[in-house]
């Protein structure tokens, strides 16, 4: 039987950005270079860590790369396991090398896996220090490829998002100027319909792999009826756009 | 007279973060060091521009700065003329130097003066083209010194300025899990009142300067009645804190 409050060390949670290496800050990059072991979610045991990806050409050769899955289901008791296993092997590297990281795309506190990896680390091991490292979010990051203002003046946004808050999404749209919608996936097709009703699909945009080679930014989101959507894309609606 | 549709180049708007200088972007140093001339907002005459300081260690020697006025009213016309000289100096700068940048704090496109440069360049000057480089936004920086997830699984976020929308703020408490307050200044006292009527008084954290040497973290924000805020404070109000 281990004793789990005799690990002490440190995790650092840093967010690498949107998925434009050059979005990663200055502190990301020294966080990532210091240790030794960085860790990576994914989704499945074959998958590609995207988080990884992005990071490989900022850090140095010597880093050592665990990638940790993070499968994408509901059943609350799978995910629990698949938590703890994490943390446990986050708390075996710091026992050997005392501090490591974990990297998440975007913002870490912003919809991330890592918050999950915080919790469970924080029950089982409650002596390992956790530090957070900010990262830029994805809508920020959409919203200066488009160059939209985000909030001006004294406006108010919503972010949310639309795969549970479906019923919630006309009354965000009627009481904000600006509503960021994030986890659009399969939802996109009723997101439409209701922005047609209400009559803003003209001032909605997608934009999917901010900043990326493969970057995409739909303006006409009928065009994308019937269409599957990229993990990574968010839709921006401003109600009155004034630039 | 100038024929202004004859000035070509490019401006960069970058976001340089909450404030501490680590959190620029990779990004924002490549480009702040390879512009000659870097333009920063203040609000008076006699006053200092944050923007500068905070870069001011990243940035090349051979950087030359120009501190843009912008200043507190909300006289419209004022502003504007404000804006059209900055403009006009910005201009003036790319006729020389082809490119140039203009820094600001957080994100360029929340809650920024960037925003009125970007649209009053836009009208004067259609042929200067613009990059928007986005930053840490400063309730990022927040939540990540107090490790306080802003959106997890499903949840909702409402980002809004205070001065304006105390009316509406009872609404966003109501329908949103997460509630981050900007401008707050001096309306804290209101905010408190509202806090202590709904019960959620206790969910709020208020976070200024936040990862700075003199950053303060103030968990009871009744503590602040009659207490003069900070301009780069914020509070975050999470109904139900799950970690």
Known sequence: MHNHSAIK?????????PGESKLLTLKAKE???????????????????????????TCSKKNNFIELIFPMTKDKNILKKFWQEAAAKVAQTIKKEKETAFVTIGDPLIYSTYIYLLKTLREIFPNIQTETIPGINSFSAAACRIQLPLLEANQKMAVLAVSKNLDSLEEAFKNFDTVVLMKVGSKLDKVIKLLRKINL?????LISRAGQPDEKIVRDLSSLEDK??????????KK???V
Do not use: C, W
Not at 9 to 17: H, S
Not at 201 to 205: D, P
Not at 228 to 237: A, E, F, N, R, T
């Open 228 to 237: 599957k959507l990229g993990y990574l894309s968010v839709v921006i609606v």
């Open 31 to 57: 966080v990532l270079n210091k240790v030794q072991t960085i860790f990576a979610p994914k989704g499945n045991e074959d998958g590609v860590s995207i988080a990884k990806t992005i990071i490989k050409e």
């Open 240 to 242: 009155n756009p004034r």
């Open 9 to 17: 060390g440190k995790l650092y949670g840093v967010g690498i950005g």
């Open 201 to 205: 699909i003209k001032n909605a945009v």
